[in-house]
Structure formats: C-alpha cells, structure tokens
Nanobody, 122 residues
C-alpha cells in the first residue's frame, strides 16, 4: 500500500520560497509518475506539476510555470516541489500524489498523501 508523507509547508511572505518534500514508501517509487496537486479553500483540487518516473519530463500548470520546479530522487524515494516567487494566490493545501500514469494533465488511479498547508501572507 502506497504511503506518501508531505513536509515543508508553512507560512511565507509574498515573494518568498518554500520547498515541499514527499517521502514515499510501500511501492516501487521509481516506476511511477508523480505529481503535486493543490486545493484552495472550498474548491476542487488542481494539478500543479508532474514528473515522469525517471524524472526526465516535467509538466506544470500555467499559473506556476517559471516559479515552481518539481523533481524527484529515486534513490531516496523522495519527491520535491521547489516554490519560488510565491504569491498570496498560491495559498492552498498541497498534496503529493502517485499516479499509475498521467494523461492530459490528469493523474490516473491516484494515491494521495495527507497534504501540507502552504500559506502566503504578509
């Protein structure tokens, strides 16, 4: 059973940076594409970024392109999201999600972490 544990969330001022981490266990991490989703208060979840199993290809939501970077360390079963130039509008709960595959920016047959809160505020 896949287990995903996010860390690194918190409170940051606009323009600041945070790095989220996701420790994976219970499955062959290197075999699956991984994504970060976020959920705004009272709204559905959206995919923020995705990375292929080998880490060679990444994809981003238009709202975060040029500011966020997804990466993975398959040797240590860890997924990362480096978030720079944070905006108030980035405030959300961020989830680490393992996918059977990614199709049209959708994570198919997802396994979710518990989420970590990111708050951008002055």
């Amino acid at each position: 059973q896949a287990q995903l544990r996010e860390s690194g969330g918190g409170l940051v001022q606009p323009g600041g940076s945070l790095r989220l981490s996701c420790a994976a266990s219970g499955f062959v991490f290197s075999a699956f594409p991984m994504t970060w989703y976020r959920q705004f208060p009272g709204q559905g979840r959206e995919m923020v970024a995705g990375v292929t199993s080998g880490g060679g290809t990444t994809t981003y939501a238009d709202s975060v392109k040029g500011r966020f970077t997804i990466s993975r360390d398959n040797a240590n079963n860890t997924l990362y999201l480096q978030m720079n130039q944070l905006k108030v509008d980035d405030t959300a709960v961020y989830y680490c999600v393992a996918c059977q595959r990614i199709s049209n920016s959708n994570c198919l047959f997802p396994s979710w972490g518990q989420g970590t809160q990111v708050t951008v505020s002055s």
